[in-house]
Nanobody
């Protein structure tokens, strides 16, 4: 199995930036597809971005396309979510998730077998 721990959340002003990190433990991390999801209070968890194990396939929700960038550094067992031009509607708990099928890139939360505990992102107006 792989364990995931998110970090980097916080409070920022609208228009600001944050970089989230997801540190993974597990020798097979480099072969996992990774995704970011977010969940606001009273809302269902929604897809944000995903990246294949090799980093050559990336997929973004329309709501964040052009503002967020997902990347990974397999040597550091870490996946990142760079968030720019943040908006109040980006406020949510952000979760990273892992799919042992490393080639798989998708928005369905059910495809991901492992989840972190989440990190809070709050964007003030």
């Amino acid at each position: 199995q792989v364990q995931l721990v998110e970090s980097g959340g916080g409070l920022v002003q609208a228009g600001g930036s944050l970089r989230l990190s997801c540190a993974a433990s597990g020798r097979t991390f480099s072969y996992y597809g990774m995704g970011w999801f977010r969940q606001a209070p009273g809302k269902e968890r929604e897809f944000v971005a995903a990246i294949s194990w090799s980093g050559d396939r990336l997929y973004y929700a329309d709501s964040v396309k052009g503002r967020f960038t997902i990347s990974r550094d397999n040597a550091k067992n870490t996946v990142y979510l760079q968030m720019n031009s943040l908006k109040p509607e980006d406020t949510a708990v952000y979760y990273c998730a892992a799919d042992p099928r490393g080639w798989k890139v998708g928005e369905d939360k059910d495809q991901y077998h492992y989840w972190g505990q989440g990190t809070q992102v709050t964007v003030s107006s």
